[in-house]
């Protein structure tokens, strides 16, 4: 009953390959996310989906590409692997509150994370 | 655009004595601040959260941290640390853009716990 899982949770590959990440929530969520976790262990957001329609869009380079096929799956495809791309990378999600008229905080539950090797 | 700065990227405490991670942030709008845990080769755990009612917020494990505006800071603690506490920890704050939050994260606190 896990609530926010991702596969592969290892993956390690080549210079140039193009390989994805999958994410799955069974919270029920409206929202979900990828971060970039660095060897210094820094979190830096890089994509957010609400409701399958993509809101926050980092600066990321174009070789990311996310999928939300539906409120529950966010995946992250990354074409031309390159050497600086090895990270962790986190999915999250959450349930955006409204108050007022502004969207509300949004407590973000995160997945194990998937460590990419890029070698 | 809102900021957070975690002072000291290593703390290291003994068994049973106070935990202080300290936390920054700059925002130009009342906050809502977040910790989180991150344990070795895990996800991220959410310890507790401020989202404007009480200055004082309690979390889980013991941990709990104070919100004070003035000193614009929401530093974390514990008062007896335990061998099972030693982990990455992160504050973090919400940006608002675009129509939605976000959250910006420090650089994190590795906790180190010896007996």
């Known amino acids: 009953d896990t609530a926010v899982s991702q596969t592969p949770k290892y993956l390690v590959t080549q210079m140039g390959n193009d390989k994805s990440i999958k994410c799955e929530q069974n919270l029920g969520h409206d929202t979900m996310y990828w971060y970039k976790q660095d060897s210094k262990k820094f979190l830096k957001i890089m994509f957010s989906y609400n409701n399958k329609e993509l809101i926050i869009n980092e600066t990321v380079p174009n070789r990311f590409s996310p999928k939300s096929p539906d409120k529950a799956h966010l995946n992250l495809h990354i074409n031309s692997l390159e050497l600086g791309d090895s990270a962790v990378y986190f999915c999250?999600?959450?349930?955006?509150?409204?108050?007022?008229?502004?969207?509300?905080?949004?407590?973000?539950?995160f997945g194990p994370g998937t460590r990419l090797t890029v070698l | 655009a809102q900021s957070v700065t975690q002072l000291g990227s290593h703390v290291s405490v003994s068994e049973g004595a106070l935990v202080l991670l300290r936390c920054n942030y700059s925002s130009s709008v009342p906050p809502y601040l977040f910790w989180y845990v991150q344990y070795p080769n895990q996800g991220l755990q959410l310890l507790l959260k401020y989202t404007s009612a009480a200055t004082l917020v309690k979390g889980i494990n013991g941990f709990e941290a104070e919100f004070k505006k003035s000193e614009t800071s929401f530093h974390l603690t514990k008062p007896s640390a335990h061998m099972s506490d030693a982990a990455e920890y992160f504050c973090?704050?919400?940006?608002?853009?675009?129509?939605?939050?976000?959250?910006?994260f420090g650089a994190g606190t590795r906790l180190a716990v010896h007996p």
């Open positions: 973090a704050v919400t940006q608002f853009s675009g129509g939605y939050n976000k959250l910006i």
């Open positions: 999250a999600s959450s349930q955006e509150r409204t108050s007022g008229g502004r969207v509300s905080y949004n407590e973000q539950f």
